[in-house]
Nanobody, 119 residues
């Protein structure tokens, strides 16, 4: 079993910055791709940024140039540096990890952390 725990959310003014962290623990031999998703009230969950084990990244168009995903494989942790935040970035942010096992790949999700961008 794998547990993901996010931290770093909060209230920030427009133009401000936050750094989210997501640490994986449990029975882990290897973690595959990891990603950050967000869900605003009344909207579907959407991919914000993803990163492979080798460091290849992808971003939603709405966050390119403002948000940066990174990971520390030694610590089984993924980060999301959020700069130039806008009110429309307000959402609950979830991290996801894909964990390969001999029986196949499994998706694990964190519990979510609230990010509110408001003056």
């Amino acid at each position: 079993q794998v547990q993901l725990v996010e931290s770093g959310g909060g209230l920030v003014q427009p133009g401000g910055s936050l750094r989210l962290s997501c640490a994986a623990s449990g029975s882990i031999y290897k973690i595959g791709p990891m990603g950050w998703y967000r869900q605003a009230p009344g909207k579907q969950r959407e991919l914000v940024a993803g990163i492979t084990g080798g460091g290849t990244t992808e971003y939603a168009d709405s966050v390119k140039g403002r948000l940066t995903i990174s990971r520390d494989n030694a610590k089984n942790t993924v980060y999301l540096q959020m700069n130039s935040l806008k009110p429309e970035d307000t959402a609950v942010y979830f991290c996801k990890a894909i964990v390969p096992t001999p029986k196949g790949e499994y998706d694990y999700w964190g519990q979510g952390t609230q990010v509110t961008v408001s003056s």
